[in-house]
């Protein structure tokens, strides 16, 4: 067996890699791949890649740490390629002509690939902590990616008129869009005070750069337009709904994966995908068949099953078809190990949305189960994931010998995964989650004795219950019931996370009706005046995107 490989061989046979991957022949993919990991950069980016993708469709822990095992090798073998005296080493951005003309078509690519594995291992980073504390702490890391993709960008336009453009020189460009792309996007979604933190002077991300660097290689043919494909979808289809304002670009995201589609029909990623832009659009009827389709097309991968059984369960919690959310959520705390206290919460949240018959038949004991959830919390490298933390503190009230039940958990549950900015597509579905809300609301009322969660609840359910009357065009109502858990806010005495959350509703309905300076004014005091609350990360990426969304700079505001 040789012992070098050359870059256009190398690209081959990733290209070959490539299509088993997305033909769901992940093992043969990684088989193509190994013998050469160590020997390769390209053999080297691969493989590594593909751990990183598997890590960060799981969250795991075991999957997260081999991916950032498999990451370092991979650093070492593109390491071994790059120029001695690198021009980022001193990180000086004088690219001159001269350096330019001195770099082989090899070390181009060594640094590509360096920075990429680089921009992968931020990237695992970024997924494992919502709290960004890992993420700043490789912050030198990113820095140095950052900066090697500057200068290949720059290498890039010097380069731009030479005649002997080959394959290798488009793989190379490729390379490029993905790295500035991806950064500028990453950066782009963190709010001011992370940014401050990571003490980039004027590292600031541009989105619309970002978006449409990767826009360019989606639509070119480098083994990266794929890896630019998936980066814009992650955006379109999690990222703008979980961290930002719920408006997703379903359209983009269409046209994006249809190319993939016709090419690669049974490919259980493209076809999950699919699945969530149907869901996005409201069509859950249409998703829960793809979803389906998506489970059988193969079974290798037990963690792309799990990310569709967790879409399922949401799917049907739509629909409040309880019986079925109560199986995707169970198969889910029987079979999956990313959160297993977020699994056990949600499928006592669900039973406890079921009549008492249908409960009985199920054999489960609420109580019990919202009882375990304390003890399944985990901490990852010493931090807890924020939405269990939310879980542990709700199930708190079932601690007690007299345990004081929870109000329409499920769909509270769905609210901190903006699950109503979904629904809220479909006004039927909306219509009848009123219709629950304004039921539980009026029990509540007439309750003779009230707990000491009876100020909580009722503004919690004022919160869902605008949510719904927003989504419905009711803009006055929605206000209003915005309004009361403002008013009520000092009587709150558990739920700290009520008023932040309020307020920036309050401002996005306020954008919505096109009051633009009301809107900031009420998103900035959630912004500014809160501190110490639930999942108070998730709702500054949020207040973030939404004053981006208005071009306020986070720059003028403390």
């Known amino acids: 067996m040789a012992s070098k490989m050359d870059i256009k061989c190398a690209l081959e046979e990733c290209s070959m890699a490539l299509n088993l991957f997305l033909n769901n022949k992940f093992s043969e993919a990684l088989e193509i791949l190994r013998p050469w990991s160590k020997d390769s950069m390209y053999?080297?980016?691969?493989?590594?890649?593909?751990?990183?993708?598997?890590?960060?469709?799981?969250?795991?822990?075991?999957?997260?740490?081999?991916?950032?095992?498999?990451?370092?090798?991979?650093?070492?073998?593109?390491?071994?390629?790059?120029?001695?005296?690198?021009?980022?080493?001193?990180?000086?951005?004088?690219?001159?002509?001269?350096?330019?003309?001195?770099?082989?078509?090899?070390?181009?690519?060594?640094?590509?690939?360096?920075?990429?594995?680089l921009l992968q291992k931020a990237g695992l980073i970024f997924v494992q902590d919502e709290n960004m504390i890992n993420f700043i702490k490789g912050g030198l890391k990113i820095r140095t990616s950052y900066q090697i993709y500057k200068e290949c960008h720059q290498v890039l336009q010097m380069t731009q008129g030479n005649k002997s453009k080959n394959e290798t020189y488009y793989q190379f460009e490729g390379g490029v869009k993905l790295g500035i792309g991806a950064f500028n996007l990453m950066l782009s979604l963190l709010p001011g005070r992370i940014l401050r933190l990571l003490e980039f002077i004027g590292f600031s991300g541009n989105r619309e750069l970002g978006l449409s660097q990767l826009r360019e290689g989606a639509s070119g043919s480098s083994l990266r337009a794929i890896l630019c494909t998936f980066t814009l979808l992650v955006y379109h289809t999690y990222i703008s709904l979980i961290l930002g304002t719920g408006e997703a670009n379903f359209q983009e995201a269409d046209s994006l994966l249809e190319p993939y589609l016709q090419k690669f029909p049974n490919g259980s990623i493209i076809l999950f995908y699919a699945a969530r832009i149907d869901t996005l659009k409201g069509n859950l009827e249409k998703a829960q068949l793809r979803f389906q389709e998506c489970i059988t097309a193969q079974e290798q991968w037990k963690q792309i099953h799990h990310l569709c059984y967790w879409e399922l369960m949401w799917c049907y919690t739509f629909q409040q078809n309880w019986l079925q959310a109560y199986r995707y959520a169970d198969l889910l705390s029987k079979e999956s190990r990313w959160s297993k206290a977020i699994y056990v919460f949600q499928k006592a949240a669900i039973l406890c949305m079921l009549p008492e018959d249908d409960l009985k038949r199920t054999g489960e004991d609420v109580v019990s189960l919202f009882r375990q959830v304390e003890g399944l919390k985990q901490r990852i490298s010493g931090k807890s994931i924020p939405t269990?933390?939310?879980?542990?503190?709700k199930a708190r009230r079932y601690a007690s010998p007299q345990p004081v039940k929870l109000i329409l958990p499920a769909l509270e549950m769905m609210y901190v995964w903006n699950g109503f900015a979904i629904v809220g597509k479909r006004a039927d579905l909306t219509e009848n989650l009123l219709v629950t809300i304004e039921k539980e609301e009026a029990a509540l009322e007439n309750e003779t004795n009230h707990s000491e969660y009876y100020v909580d609840d009722v503004c919690m359910l004022q919160l869902l219950k605008g949510l719904c009357l927003k989504y419905l065009g009711r803009l006055m109502q929605a206000e209003l019931c915005f309004n009361k858990v403002i008013q009520s806010e000092k009587q709150i005495k558990y739920d700290s996370y009520l008023a932040p959350f309020t307020l920036y509703e309050l401002g996005l309905l306020y954008k919505q009706q096109d009051e633009r300076e009301k809107a900031i004014r009420y998103i900035e005091t959630a912004k500014n005046n809160y501190k110490e609350y639930s999942m108070e990360s998730r709702l500054h990426f949020r207040i973030h995107a939404a004053l981006d969304s208005m071009n306020v700079s986070s720059a003028s505001t403390p």
Do not use: P
């Open 43 to 117: 053999h080297a980016l691969g493989y590594s890649t593909i751990l990183v993708m598997q890590a960060a469709m799981t969250f795991e822990q075991q999957d997260i740490q081999m991916g950032i095992s498999a990451m370092k090798e991979a650093l070492q073998t593109c390491q071994r390629f790059r120029k001695r005296s690198t021009v980022v080493e001193s990180l000086s951005s004088l690219v001159s002509k001269q350096s330019v003309d001195q770099l082989s078509e090899e070390e181009m690519h060594a640094e590509i690939c360096y920075a990429e594995c």
């Open 388 to 393: 269990e933390k939310f879980a542990v503190r």
